[in-house]
C-alpha cells in the first residue's frame, strides 16, 4: 500500500527555518519522482518543489529558489525540505505527492501525503 506521510511543520517566526520529513512506504523513493507542495487558505496547490526519479534533478520556482532545499535519503526512503528564510507568505499545508516525473500538472501527482501545517508569523 502506497503511503505518503509528512512531518516537521509547526509556527515559525519570519526569517526562521523548518524541515519537513516526507516518509514513503509501499514503494521506492528513488524510483519515482517527489513534489513538495502549499496550499495557503483559499487557494489550489502550488508546487514549491521537486526531485526526479532518474538523475536527481530537481525544480524551484522562482519564489522558493535559494531559500529552499529538496533531498533525498534512500536509506530512510524519505524526502526532505528543507525551508530557510522563511515569510509569512510561506505560510499553508504542505503536501508531498508522487508521479512518474516532475510534471507541472497537479493531476500527474497520483499519491498524496495528509499534509503538514506551515505557519510564519512573529
Known amino acids: 500500500q502506497v503511503q505518503l506521510v509528512e512531518s516537521g511543520g509547526g509556527l515559525v517566526q519570519p526569517g526562521g527555518s523548518l524541515r519537513l520529513s516526507c516518509a514513503a512506504s509501499?514503494?521506492?523513493?528513488?524510483?519515482?519522482?517527489i513534489g513538495w507542495f502549499r496550499q495557503a487558505p483559499g487557494t489550489g496547490r502550488e508546487r514549491v518543489s521537486c526531485?526526479?526519479?532518474?538523475?536527481?534533478?530537481?525544480y524551484y520556482p522562482a519564489s522558493a529558489k535559494d531559500r529552499f532545499t529538496i533531498s533525498r535519503d534512500s536509506a530512510k526512503n524519505t524526502v526532505y525540505l528543507q525551508m530557510n528564510s522563511l515569510k509569512p507568505e510561506d505560510t499553508g499545508v504542505y503536501y508531498c505527492?508522487?508521479?512518474?516525473?516532475?510534471?507541472?500538472?497537479?493531476?500527474?501527482?497520483?499519491?498524496w501525503g495528509q499534509g503538514t501545517q506551515v505557519t510564519v508569523s512573529s
Open positions: 505527492a508522487r508521479a512518474f516525473f516532475c510534471s507541472g500538472t497537479i493531476t500527474e501527482y497520483e499519491y
Open positions: 526531485i526526479s526519479r532518474r538523475d536527481g534533478s530537481i
Open positions: 509501499g514503494f521506492t523513493v528513488d524510483y519515482y519522482a
